[in-house]
């Protein structure tokens, strides 16, 4: 099978006046392109770049059928819009674009080969076992209440502007400060509270809503902003409605709706027990798996 392959590595396609030669440099080419384009078709389904991508493919069929018609007006039309049409679809698609980079460089696959990742606790909240109780407590005790409320974790890719959008607090994290921030008809109630570490940074902060379509029609603007920033970020969103007085929890894109307080704990107690793991290298995972086979 392994001669096969050098054989194959060494092979030239043709196909009509076309040749191709395949060498280990196009053969890791194809593989390389074949993984990206795999990740942007995935990418794109769930953004609104699907219906562009959609448009642009009705748009590619017009254009076909003018030049096989050979209507020249509108083929020169077509073919000298083009770069403004790419121009435009970068400067609507920037938040997508901007996501996209960002997920690229928290992923985990890509951490596991590069030893300067941000830290080695990605999935660390920072969050010591009385800051967990405190918050718990509090979030329990405002979706007992019916007390609409948003905590944002922050992990490792910094929320700075988003902090710096909301009041500044810096204070160390307990549940009657929390239930008190949250109270209706305080100047602070309105918007995310964001917490770093064990100390609550700011308040009444502006997170960005998400553009998740398949989000729940039911679901109101805290729910899609506490969405939004697990989008955009790492960040682990705690969320009670004021409406029901249920409890969600948004992370990676993902909203867990209806969890008890004694899930949420279990959700913040495992990531930070992940995060309390050293993270190896990819290479250093090969190599301990090589010496334990010796």
């Known amino acids: ?29 194809m593989l390389i392109f074949s993984v990206l384009i795999y990740f942007l078709i995935r990418w794109i389904k769930h953004t609104k770049a699907w219906v562009l991508l959609r448009g642009a493919a009705v748009l590619g069929v017009l254009y076909i059928i003018a030049r096989l018609l050979g209507l020249n007006t509108i083929v020169y039309i077509f073919e000298n819009i083009v770069a403004s049409l790419f121009l435009a679809i970068v400067i609507i698609l920037q938040p997508e674009i901007r996501g996209a980079l960002e997920q690229l460089g928290t992923t985990s696959f890509l951490s596991s080969f590069l030893p300067f990742s941000a830290d080695n606790s990605k999935n660390s909240t920072g969050l010591s076992s009385g800051s967990i109780d405190a918050i718990v ?15 944002v974790i922050e992990r490792t890719i910094l929320l700075t502007e988003y902090i710096d959008s909301g009041i500044a607090l810096d204070a160390q994290i307990s549940t009657a400060l929390l239930e008190q921030i949250f109270e209706h008809n305080t100047p602070l109630h309105d918007g995310a509270v964001i917490i770093r570490g064990n100390r609550i940074l700011a308040a009444t902060c502006y997170l960005p809503l998400s553009q998740n379509r398949a989000i729940s029609k039911e679901l109101g603007t805290r729910h899609r902003a506490g969405l939004g920033i697990s989008e955009v970020s790492d960040a682990v969103t705690l969320i009670a409605s004021e409406e029901t007085g249920a409890l969600s929890v948004a992370i990676d894109g993902e909203l867990r709706r209806d969890l ?35």
């Open 260 to 294: 008890t307080a004694n899930a949420i704990r279990e959700i913040l107690l495992s990531l930070r027990a992940a995060g309390d793991e050293p993270r190896k290298s990819l290479v250093k995972r090969l190599k301990g798996r090589a010496k334990n086979e010796k």
């Open 1 to 29: 099978m392994q001669n096969s392959f050098i054989q194959f590595a060494g092979s030239t396609l043709t196909i009509g006046n076309f040749s191709v030669t395949f060498t280990w440099s196009s053969i890791i080419e």
């Open 137 to 151: 407590r509090a979030m329990s005790s405002l979706g007992r209440n019916k007390v609409g409320a948003l905590v």
